[in-house]
């Protein structure tokens, strides 16, 4: 009863605000603007939208209120987007994501480009909404924790444009480095630029890459992987089995590159590293 009550109220609140201002839907009613907000910010708090909450048919039904209340929330707008992304539906995504960044660019262009570049491995558009991210604001935007020079990186890596992906390998890394120390760069910035050079036939530079990561993070099936070949191409067999083997050992517990939702990019598994391992048994 408590809940039929709370629903009442809600639907002759919609229709009050409805009555006062025939604009409600496009969002120009700043007093429906308001309790839009104060829905977000209450639900929020209390739920969590990005827990196990969202995509919750609760969820979706106070976001498409919010959303009623204030067609130009950009938050409210991104979030019901992202159980479509996860869900595999594009177009239902895409449709409601491109509201948000309507409304608020500066926030959800760089996360676009990084939807893309993960979700669809669209590397030109990913590229195009970390490009116009730089005229859109007047500082280095960081969607999901990284620069858009890493994000960068990794896009032209995936479109096989070697030379622009060691470019803003490069220029993620020196900021980082001028920032924070060498030490702080992340393990995937090296492992990325190193497979950038390695496919790029550039050894030596692949080389240094690895080591860095090795160096550093100590535990890496990736670098391991990759140093592993380098190896048995020069014909260090002795040291290219026992590089295979620590990268096995490392990979069973833990410590390779992946992602949650989607295949990181170049993505190994222990498949890959029995593989290797058989051809270097094979070489003997």
Known sequence: MEKLLKYYLSFLLLISLSCKN???NEGSSEDSKLIAKDI????????????????????????DKIIALDSTNADALREISVPFLKRGIPLEWKARFDKAVKHDPATWV??????????YRDYEKAIADFNASDSITP???????HSVYFWRGIAYLGAKDYDNSIAYWDKHITKETEDSGEDWVELEAFLYRGIAYYEAGNIEKANENFEKVIQYFTNSADAKYYKAQLLLNKGNKKAAMNMIDDAIVDFNNGYYNNRGYVETLRQIYLEDLEELKSKIIASN
């Open 22 to 24: 025939e604009n409600l």
């Open 40 to 63: 977000w910010d209450t639900e929020n708090s209390k739920h969590g939208f990005n827990g196990s909450f969202q995509g919750t048919p609760k969820a979706m039904t106070l976001l």
């Open 110 to 119: 760089p996360w676009r480009g990084y939807l893309y570049l993960w979700f």
């Open 139 to 145: 500082y280095l935007d960081y969607p999901q924790g």
